[in-house]
């Protein structure tokens, strides 16, 4: 997988991106700013401040998106969206946003700076799913899962856990999984999708279970942790993606001399196939 940029996809998602940024804390007394304007493509993933397509406050400032949704799933740091059917608010820190664009949106992502006495992490995915033909030109939709609200799974032993951005797995006994927006595709249960964040600790054994649906496309990303972490029994020592056999349960585990935590993301659905 690349450093920096999108990784690859499969269908039904069409994008899939993991920002990781560790800007400094804010110097420009309270503006929330960087100390220096961005060159409008700035994506060198080594630089103090990779500005994007921002000015003076890292991000992607007004772009129109039609076809398709975003789903933007934090775990650190904070966004500023805005968009022009209306919405508008700084999510983080957990918060999932599911923008359905349909006919079309404009919106802004924006990374304020907005702590000048700790650095300003920033860690999330935005991820593309399709829209079929039939969904094209849907109405516009937004949904907003807040941190709380969104399931979360713990092994009883503590060592291994599973963000459920979206899916019907490990969702414990009377867990009920957020609704995605009305037009989605994944809004049916046929379609089987899912998007999972799994955390494995030193000494962490997990089982992702079979799909629950025949012939979806399910690819698994290693993210973080590049120290012993394996696929049903196969090393896995560097950033990379795995498209795994949906029919069958997938054994992830992470040795106790494991000197860090490993992290997947699991991107799961029926293919639209148009």
Request: hydrophobic residues 35%; glycine residues 10%.
């Amino acid at each position: 997988l690349p450093t920096s940029g999108p990784f690859p996809t499969l269908d039904p998602f069409l994008f899939c991106v993991y920002h990781k940024d560790a800007y400094p804390a804010d110097t420009s007394g309270g503006k929330m700013e960087a100390p220096q304007r961005g060159n409008g493509m700035h994506f060198d993933p080594s630089a103090d401040y990779r500005m994007y397509h921002g000015d003076r406050i890292p991000g992607f400032p007004q772009h129109p998106h039609r076809g398709f949704e975003t789903i933007t799933a934090t775990m650190d740091g904070l966004i500023d969206h805005a968009d022009s059917v209306g919405n508008a608010g700084r999510y983080g820190q957990g918060d999932v946003q599911w923008m359905t664009a349909g006919k079309g949106v404009v919106h802004g992502e924006m990374f304020p700076l907005v702590h000048d006495d700790r650095p300003n992490h920033t860690r999330f995915f935005q991820i593309w799913l399709n829209l079929p033909r039939k969904s094209k030109m849907a109405e516009p939709s937004f949904a907003m899962f807040w941190a709380d609200d969104v399931p979360k799974w713990t092994s009883d032993d503590g060592l291994a856990s599973v963000t459920v951005w979206a899916g019907n797995y490990f969702l414990g006994k009377g867990v009920v999984q957020n609704t995605p927006p009305p037009d989605s595709w994944a809004k049916s249960e046929d379609n089987d999708v899912a998007v999972l964040h799994i955390t494995l600790q030193p000494g962490a054994k997990l089982v992702l279970p079979k799909a629950n649906r025949p012939e979806v496309n399910r690819s698994l990303y290693l993210v973080e942790g590049f120290d012993g972490a394996t696929v049903d029994g196969t090393s896995v020592m560097k950033r990379v993606v795995v498209d795994v056999d949906e029919s069958k349960d997938v054994t992830l585990e992470l040795p106790e001399s494991a000197s860090e935590a490993s992290e997947f993301l699991l991107l799961q659905g029926k293919p639209i196939d148009e």
